[in-house]
C-alpha cells in the first residue's frame, strides 16, 4: 500500500513538473508572440507618424504652390485641383527621396539626387503644360524667367532654391556663404 501512494505521488510529482514546463513554455512562446506584436505595432506607428506628418506637411506646401500659381495665371477650379495633385506628387517624391539619401553624404548620392530632383521637377513642368492653355503656359515660363533672374539665375525657382538648401549638407552651406561673401 506505501509502496503505491509513494508511486502514485512520484508520477503526480513527475505530470506536475511537465505540466508546469509545457505551462512554462507556453507562457514564453505566448509572450514572444504579443513582443513581435508590439514591435510591429511600433515600427507601423512610427511610419504613420512620419507619413502623416510628412503628408500633412505636403499637402499646405502644394496648396500655397497651387495658390501661388493661381496668382499669376488665374487658374480654373479643374486646373486648381490639376496643379494640387501634381504639386502633392512631387512634393511627396521629394520627401522620399531626401528619405533615402538623408544618412549620406557621398558625393555619388548627392549627384544622384540631384539628378532625381531635377527629373522631378521636369515631370511636374510637364504635368503643368498639359493642363495649362498655352497663353497661361507661356505666362508661366515668363514668370520662371523672371524668377531665375531674381534668384541669381541659376535655372531655379525660388521653391526650388530653397530644397536645394533644406537638402545641403552643412559643409555645403558654408562653402555657399564663403563664395557670397567673396562675390561681394
Known sequence: MKRSIIVLALVATSFGAVSAQNNSR???ENRQVQQDRDMDRDKT??????Q????????????EMTNKLDEVLSLTAEQRKKATAANLRYLDAMEQMKMR???????ADKDRMKSERDQ???ERMQEYKAFLTPEQWEKFEAKRGEMEKG?????????EKK???????????AKM??????SN
Open 163 to 173: 530644397q536645394k538648401m533644406e537638402s545641403m549638407s552643412p559643409e555645403e552651406k
Open 120 to 122: 522631378l521637377s521636369r
Open 26 to 28: 507556453g507562457n514564453n
Open 101 to 107: 539619401y538623408k544618412e549620406s553624404g557621398s558625393e
Open 45 to 50: 506607428s512610427k511610419q504613420d507618424r512620419v
Open 52 to 63: 502623416s506628418n510628412t503628408s500633412g506637411n505636403s499637402q499646405q506646401k502644394a496648396q
Open 177 to 182: 556663404k564663403e563664395k557670397k561673401k567673396g
Open 151 to 159: 534668384n541669381g539665375g541659376e535655372g531655379m525657382s525660388k521653391e
